[in-house]
């Protein structure tokens, strides 16, 4: 089975940097779609960030111009680079993945990690 890993949350004074990264346990057939989601306390699940395999990156309003998504198609992973955080991008930060996880697969599957902490606080 697929399964997504997450690493490099933590704690940061408001102002700092993180960077966050998610490896697919395994490889994809085919990956259309991997990046980054958000849950805060009592909150909806937000984008954050997400890339396609054609190139194309979204970001959420909040994090446009501070954080930054990149990856290595080659080896399933996928880096979110954190910058000048604010006490607001406290949350556990969720990789995400969609595609076909093996050549058998007759359609996309949705993939979830277990969620790494980030609080940023003074």
């Known amino acids: 089975q697929v399964q997504l890993v997450e690493s490099g949350g933590g704690m940061v004074q408001p102002g700092g940097s993180l960077r966050l990264s998610c490896a697919a346990s395994?490889?994809?057939?085919?990956?259309?779609?991997m990046g980054w989601y958000r849950q805060a306390p009592g909150k909806q699940r937000e984008l954050v960030a997400l890339s396609t395999r054609n190139g194309h990156t979204n970001y959420g309003i909040s994090v446009k111009g501070r954080f930054a998504i990149s990856g290595d198609s080659a080896q399933n992973t996928v880096f979110l680079q954190m910058n000048s955080l604010k006490v607001e991008d406290t949350a556990v930060y969720y990789c995400y993945a969609q595609g076909l996880p093996d050549i058998t697969s007759l359609h996309e599957s949705t993939f979830w990690g277990q969620g790494t902490q980030v609080i940023v606080s003074s």
């Open positions: 395994g490889s994809f057939f085919s990956v259309n779609q």
